[in-house]
């Protein structure tokens, strides 16, 4: 019997994944000028030839002010239009087309850090504030320590104007179309892991009493305006998805996050990719809080706790109350049984696939092959080694950049030619 991964997915765009595998994205760090480099090029030419239904980027900032990371690929400039960008294009396209040179479609992920831009990340300066919805600075701890690292390592944030936000709002149209007229298939709006969209969904780090803040319908607005924005400029076929935090929410705020998810599939996304964590709480790279100030989630069942998918039951629900929604999720899976169960179990239609894939690029191929028993149909992942000299620094914070460096290593790797490695400890 064929296995559902194998079952096409039509987006309401009309986009058609030919598989129900996503290779989610991860950080690349290897845009060194903030431009597609070739090595860049060359890995993403490795992922198109593994059978991928969907390619996802890593992030492509759109302000090159505000980076998440100083090595990512960004939006210098405005983009007023391929007439007046055309080497800007053309650079562009090259990316495009060597990600779906196999015929995958590539999403582009675009984001904007927010108040998680590091000093180092972007062209503003070390000291110069990062923006916010809010003037809330991130917080890594209550120790001494974790207070000396959040400061070392993030800027005061500055409560955004409506000038910053139209601005900001500008950028995400801007590179949304650029990436539409590169020849990409769609763009996911990067909604999770702390960045600016989800600091404007989350009341935590969204204290506005204005039309961006006060309810879950005003919080919302920020992103549902770049979408309907997006719309005008892009083709009606072109992909626009949303990546969205589970893991943040406590259960006063769940039908909070429940109403937004409503007005986003009100709007018409074309599909939705369920994460979770921030840098305060870095969930989506297996790592969480210990301390009292964690965000406490309701235990899950044995059975629940034996599956792979880190965000399954958040994912359930949300199919329960949209049936109609294209769900991808991502963060866990590693076998074509935990991939399976989650298809079969009505939890998503799609499923992301971060580290397997910076490790085999065509990890589909062995998922996707009925030749291969179930019990072969894997890839067990140790944590990523932990250097010894950061013992004394906050274990969620290490581990997690280390997860992060390692699979970057790897990609990079990749485009080299050069054997991947297994983490070993």
Known sequence: MPSPLADPVKLPCGLVFPNRLSKAAMAELMAKKNHPTDPLLDAYTRWSEGG???????????????????????????????????????????YADATQKHGTPAIVQ????????????????????????????????????ERFVGCLAWSQPKEMTHADIERVISQFVDTARLMADAGFSGVELHGAHGYLIDQFLN?????????????????????????????????????IGIKLNSADHSSTTFEETMTQIALLTEAGIDFMEISGGSYEDPKMMGYAKTDASATTEKPKSKRTAAREAFFLEFSKEVRNRHPGLVLMLTGGFRTRAGAESAILDGACDLVGIGRPAAIDPKFPLLLLDESVAEGDAKMPLNKAPVPWYTRFLPLHLVGAGAESTYYAGQIQRLAKGIATMVPSL
């Not at 831009?117 to 120790?143: C, E, H, I, N």
């Not at 770049?226 to 072109?238: D, Q």
Request: with cysteine.
């Open 110 to 145: 675009i984001c904007h850090p927010g108040r998680q831009s590091f000093r180092v990340a972007g062209y503003r300066g070390m000291f110069a504030q990062t923006l916010a919805p809010s003037a809330v600075p991130v917080k890594v701890g209550d120790g001494l320590l």
């Open 203 to 239: 009341p935590k780090t969204n204290l506005r009493t204005d039309t961006y803040g006060g309810t879950p319908e005003k919080r919302a607005k920020f992103v549902l305006d770049i979408l309907a924005e997006t719309r005008k400029v892009v083709p009606s076929t072109f992909c």
């Open 52 to 94: 991928w239904g969907s390619i996802l980027t890593g992030n492509v900032q759109v302000d090159v002010n505000h980076m998440g990371s100083p090595f990512d690929p960004a939006l210098h400039n405005e983009y007023k239009g391929p007439e007046s960008n055309s080497s800007l294009v053309s650079e562009w396209k090259k």
